[in-house]
């Protein structure tokens, strides 16, 4: 298995959870990424304190506000990462920023459907577009044919509470904002995998398994994986992913997971 080598990485909502684990692999690779940026709401505030630290050991670590259901907000992020980038592209594009509520059938409201449609797949959406000058700048300026996560890529955390046929945990949590969100949200990946194709940019949905964190926490057991565990199959699976896989729905382990 090949090692991921990038040359410019985003991920949003970096601040905790898989998103801060995906920073602390990416810059610890071998070959680490010239640039990561590490998107959270409050660069600042207290809840960005494991980032803060992390940038003041690494020079190519750069924190960006994002507050991904803000239109204004992701047009300032990707106007401040192109300043940054200077004339080159961003390789890659990680929307791993999302919320789950712990709705059932019975509780489930307008609000809270919104609310989790919004930052769940609205987010992913709007990121692409705006992100897409500098993906396409990326695929362009890659020596080579064919695509990889090296060259251009939109990668989406997807998860398997929104494959139609698991409906994986349903006796756990129900969420039902959460599971039609990620269902939405692989189709949202499968139009930018067929919109994007012309462009040489990647787009995948990537279940991380159910992890150690916060949202992971929220079904009520501890769940099997580390978020070492599964960033750092993540990665892997990412370094491996060709022009086939584009709008495919895999797992951190590389496993196809069903629609
Ligand atoms: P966490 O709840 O631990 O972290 C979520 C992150 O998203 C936080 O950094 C949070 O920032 C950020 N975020 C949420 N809403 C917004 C917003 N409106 N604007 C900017 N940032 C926002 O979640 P995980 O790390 O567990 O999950 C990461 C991804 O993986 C999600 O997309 C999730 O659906 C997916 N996933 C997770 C699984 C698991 O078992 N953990 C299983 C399957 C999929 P803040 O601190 O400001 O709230």
Redesign the pocket.
Known sequence: MGELRVRSVLV??????????LVQHLLALPNPPEWVFA????PKGQ?AQELQKLASKHPNLVIVP????DPASIKAAAASVGERLKGSGLNLLI??????RETTLDTETLKDMSEVYT??TI?PLLLGQAFLPLLKKAAQGSPGSGMSCSKAAIVN?????GSIKEVYLWEAIQAVC?RCS?AAQNMLTRCQSMGYREHGILCIAL??????????NA?GAT?P?T?DA?VGGMLKVLSNLSEKDSGAFLDWEGNVVAW
């Open positions: 949003t909502g970096a601040n905790r959870g898989i998103g801060l684990g998107t959270c709401r409050d809840r994002l507050e991904v259901t929307n791993n920023a999302g919320i789950v930052t769940n987010a955390l997807s998860s398997i509470g959460y990620k279940h991380p398994g159910w992890v150690q964190t916060d949202m992971g079904a769940p994986l978020v599964s």
